[in-house]
């Protein structure tokens, strides 16, 4: 009994001795590597040792490039994302990608349109060859299209009141263009034909238009791939300059709550260092709790709490574009208080006042949200994708705290003396009873 | 062995039989027997004749409206005439040619379903 307890000791001992020996060393992530294809692709792509790859065709497209005559065109591409190709169907492109242990995912925004898979290291080839096919040989089959019209209205109908409130927003102050909705106009549902998708995709799915980019792939081999991409060459159409106006979109339903979007213009991802400053004034402003049931902090929230006891929850806003940006707030609220609250929250948009503590703290809540985003393979390939075609070259992430810590506290009090002068454009759905008009505020 | 140079001297003469089995591979044959079914005496195609199975159903819902349309108005016009117990004139009865170009609208949609459902079947196989 004591001899197998001693053995069992040296036994334990010895291989405590083997493991102490070998140091584990982890292992450097490389940096992101940008090329371009002659096909006018961009390739990039970047290694953090992962044991998932991340791969995503990324293309300048979106609501924006939408006109008058194809309105909705872009959300029902997005709905058709993995139909028949001149090579597979559609049953094909799923059970092959399930048998890589993948899926296709496509994910848009008003400028851009990404078609990803998310696979481990060794069944990448695979699910990037399905990808590329998926992407540029899209047959759109008319019964395939009329049949999935139906999950179009799905996602109209089943959109939540502060999405719908940031659509108002966006078509009162950008009108056409950014002003687009990413959701399909109600009337169009089932109005758009396979031809508007096809006339869609051969103007706007471009070479110049489109990056590859990969996570914890291989450069070389991604290059091939993009290569097999069957794209229109050229850099596509441009588009129009977004012009902000103050004006207002009301959609009453009625219920308890109001949802209320409003916002003043902002500079959009033109200068580095005025869109860090209206992203540090808008954690200064607050963007809702930081702490899980603890309280939101921020001006508005102080501003909103002292104007009304009723229920209410306030977060400033500031979706940033390639050539402008809106900045302001989202307020949800009880439709008795939300006149007092959206009142003051004007009234604090106008008048901020930013001292060096402020300051300090929101670029540590910047640095913190863009390393949140860097740190998730899905964020970080959308953000690349985003930055290579609407920005031109992409902010490597070491140097991100560099750049935040780079604005000063004057970048910032002017961007606050902008936005206390500019124009204010609301969207607001819910019960409006006592929702303010924008000319009042 | 025997057999197997047999078959290795019926290999090589293949490409040359292949137009020789004319005995029924003809055109005049084909015609008699586009004739004698009569289907085009009530004004209908090869296709409008196909029994309705799942994937005719399928391949039919697929078809673009205005040949759905076509082709419901040439079932009733057929029904019409067999109502009526008579045939169309004999100049609106559509040729041996005709049926040939325009008869056959759905054979591709058709192709298309069956190989789907081959596809689906293989998959369900060898899962």
Redesign the interface.
């Known amino acids: 009994m004591a001899s197998r307890f001693v053995t069992s000791q040296g036994i334990r001992n010895l291989s405590a001795q083997a493991v102490a020996k070998t140091e584990h060393v982890i292992p450097k992530p490389e940096p992101l590597k940008v090329s371009t294809l002659k096909n006018g692709v961009t390739v990039a792509t970047i290694e953090n040792h992962g044991p998932v790859s991340s791969l995503g065709v990324v293309i300048k497209a979106g609501a924006r490039n939408e006109v008058y005559e194809n309105a909705g065109v872009t959300h029902m591409l997005r709905i058709c994302a993995g139909l028949a190709t001149k090579n597979n169907?559609a049953?094909?492109l799923t059970?092959n990608l399930q048998q890589a242990g993948t899926g296709l995912v496509c994910t848009q925004g008003r400028e851009h349109t990404i078609y990803s898979v998310q696979a481990t290291r060794d069944n990448t080839d695979v699910a990037a060859g399905y990808l590329t096919d998926a992407v540029s040989n899209q047959l759109f089959?008319?019964?395939e299209v009329s049949d999935n019209t139906y999950r179009l209205k799905l996602e109209v109908e089943n959109r939540a009141p502060g999405t719908y409130a940031m659509e108002l927003l966006h078509a009162a102050a950008f009108r056409s263009g950014l002003g687009n909705s990413l959701y399909c106009p109600s009337h169009k549902i089932g109005a758009i034909k396979p031809e508007h998708l096809q006339q869609f995709v051969s103007k706007h799915f471009t070479g110049g238009r489109t990056a590859v980019v990969g996570i914890n792939v291989n450069h070389a081999v991604i290059a091939k791939y993009a290569e097999l991409l069957n794209l229109e060459s050229g850099a596509g159409p441009s588009s129009i300059a977004s012009k902000f106006s103050s004006g207002e979109e009301r959609r009453e339903t009625g219920g308890d709550l109001a949802y209320v979007a409003l916002a003043a213009p902002s500079p959009g991802a033109t200068s580095v260092k005025e869109a860090l400053a209206a992203m540090l004034l808008q954690r200064i402003l607050g963007s809702g709790p930081h702490i899980k049931r603890g309280a939101s902090q921020g001006k508005l929230a102080v501003a909103a709490a002292e104007a009304s006891a009723g229920n209410h929850a306030v977060s400033a806003i500031g979706p940033m574009y390639s050539d402008a940006g809106l900045l302001g707030a989202m307020v949800v609220a009880e439709g008795s208080a939300a006149g007092k609250v959206v009142s003051a929250v004007a009234a604090t948009l106008r008048s901020i006042s930013v001292t060096d503590a402020d300051v300090a703290a929101a670029k540590k809540n910047l640095i913190a949200d863009v390393l949140e985003v860097m740190g998730n393979s899905a964020s970080l390939l959308e953000d690349i994708g985003t930055q290579v075609l609407l920005a031109g070259d992409v902010i490597q992430a070491d140097k991100i705290p560099e750049l935040v810590n780079g604005v000063g506290l004057a970048d910032v009090q002017a961007a606050a003396k902008k936005l206390s002068a500019s124009k204010l454009a609301l969207g607001a759905t819910g019960n409006l009873s006592t929702c303010p008009h924008v000319d009042s505020l | 062995m025997a057999m197997f140079s047999r078959t290795l001297s019926l290999t090589s003469r293949s490409a040359n039989l292949a137009q020789a089995r004319t005995f029924v591979n003809n055109e005049a044959v084909k015609k008699w027997a586009f004739n004698l079914s009569g289907f085009n005496q009530y004004g209908l195609y090869r296709d409008d004749v196909l029994f309705e199975s799942d994937e005719v159903k399928e391949a039919i819902r697929r078809l673009p409206q205005h040949l759905q349309d076509e082709r419901a108005f040439r079932v009733q016009r057929a029904l019409q005439c067999s109502v009526m117990k008579t045939v169309l004139p004999k100049d609106q009865w559509p040729t041996y040619e005709e049926d040939r170009e325009k008869g056959r609208y759905l054979t591709a949609y058709l192709e298309e379903v069956r190989a789907e459902n081959a596809e689906k079947a293989e998959w369900a196989k060898n899962a």
């Open positions: 169907s049953f094909s059970r089959k008319p019964w």
